[in-house]
């Protein structure tokens, strides 16, 4: 079946298997290698993209109930010469061990400053909830994100 979307942006159309995952169809036809695989049953956070805005895992979602939706993942927040505000925050705040997890990470945070630029800790706690990270840097990341809704409301590197 022809599936079509936008992606990042612009748009995407593949050619997609009965059953056919979006993480599949992300990292095989699409070429991306931000969503990861990690458990396979939406617990662990590693496959998160956007769909029409909202975080949403991957691994289990299959591609065709992205047709004519808007698909985001970590590749679309910035580039190495423009980096998105969440990626220089991380780094400055080294919110990253292994970065396995850090691109569902990402995304769920730029999802969460999107619909609200001024949360509180708890507020990102809460977005941040469904993705496991075993390096432990949690509070880090907590810091990276508000850093970077401060630097995005401010207009100034935090």
Do not use: K
């Not at 992300?26 to 990861?36: E, F, H, K, M, W």
């Not at 220089?88 to 945070?109: D, H, M, P």
């Not at 850093?147 to 590197?157: F, H, K, N, Q, Y």
């Amino acid at each position: 079946m022809q599936v079509a979307f936008t992606l990042n942006g612009m748009p995407a159309q593949l050619e997609a298997a009965e059953g056919m995952t979006l993480l599949h169809a992300l990292r095989g036809p699409l070429g991306l290698s931000g969503p990861r695989f990690g458990c396979g049953q939406e617990a662990c956070g590693c496959c998160y993209v956007t769909v029409d805005g909202e975080p949403r895992p991957s691994c289990a979602l299959p591609v065709e109930a992205v047709a004519g939706r808007q698909v985001g993942t970590v590749e679309g927040l910035g580039t190495p010469e423009a980096p998105h505000p969440l990626q220089t925050a991380f780094l400055a705040e080294q919110a990253g061990q292994c970065g396995y997890c850090l691109s569902g990470i990402l995304v769920s945070a730029a999802a969460l400053l999107e619909r609200n630029p001024d949360p509180d800790e708890a507020a990102v706690r809460a977005a941040l909830e469904p993705h496991l990270c075993r390096c432990g840097a949690h509070n880090r990341m907590i810091r990276a994100v508000l850093r970077a809704a401060r630097e995005m409301r401010e207009g100034v590197p935090a």
